[in-house]
T-cell receptor
Framework: QKEVEQNSGPLSVPEGAIASLNCTYS??????FFWYRQYSGKSPELIMS????GDKEDGRFTAQLNKASQYVSLLIRDSQPSDSATYLC??????????FGTGTRLTVIP | KAGVTQTPRYLIKTRGQQVTLSCSPI?????VSWYQQTPGQGLQFLFE???????NKGNFPGRFSGRQFSNSRSEMNVSTLELGDSALYLC????????????FGPGTRLLVL
């Protein structure tokens, strides 16, 4: 059973703060990792993909991957109210099917 | 480039009926994956089609089936609907190769009464 676990929410941060979202996965052969954002009533929207150990930055978002610890995280700098959504961690073990965590609901307080 | 499209967007059916959902991937993408999202179980993988062949399958009963056409459009069918099949059905498109990034369509919300 491939498992993906995310830090339990909900998570609330003030506007302008850093939001930190965490994810661990059980399958050591997992090759690619994704963060999706899902607004209520909408479909998941890709934020970041990461394939190699280390950090990957895209604007206010930074994904961090540590395959040895089977851990992937997402940092959102200068959080905005529009960042309020559920963030889904997804892991691809190599067969082009994604295993998702249950999501962390983030609320950014103005 | 147009995104992933799904039809219909909303559907109401009764128990025992069957339903067919459609997905058109991003132009040039050859892989289509289907997922079910429910509040209790989250997002769960149903199956993936690549070049008209089912390449991967999740842990769902045989009532759930799919197919892919030569233009990469895909359909998903659920027979003998149960109340528990009420969910958001999402399809995701990818090129099916080394880039495993999947892009989701808007989903079809199915309500079974």
């Amino acid at each position: 059973q491939k498992e993906v676990e995310q830090n339990s929410g909900p998570l609330s941060v003030p506007e302008g703060a850093i939001a930190s979202l965490n994810c661990t996965y059980s399958d050591r052969v997992s090759q690619s990792f994704f963060w999706y954002r899902q607004y209520s009533g909408k479909s998941p929207e890709l934020i970041m993909s990461i394939y190699s150990n280390g950090d990957k930055e895209d604007g206010r978002f930074t994904a961090q991957l540590n395959k040895a610890s089977q851990y992937v995280s997402l940092l959102i700098r200068d959080s905005q109210p529009s960042d309020s959504a559920t963030y889904l961690c997804a892991v691809n073990p190599g067969a082009n099917n994604l295993f998702f965590g249950t999501g962390t609901r983030l609320t950014v307080i103005p | 480039k147009a995104g992933v499209t799904q039809t219909p967007r909303y559907l109401i059916k009764t128990r025992g009926q069957q339903v067919t959902l459609s997905c058109s991937p991003i132009s040039g993408h050859r892989s289509v994956s289907w997922y079910q999202q429910t509040p209790g179980q989250g997002l769960q993988f149903l199956f993936e089609y690549f070049s008209e062949t089912q390449r991967n399958k999740g842990n769902f009963p045989g009532r759930f089936s799919g197919r892919q056409f030569s233009n990469s459009r895909s359909e998903m069918n659920v027979s003998t609907l149960e109340l528990g099949d009420s969910a958001l059905y999402l399809c995701a498109s990818s090129n099916g190769g080394a880039d495993q990034t999947q892009y989701f369509g808007p989903g079809t919300r199915l309500l079974v009464l």
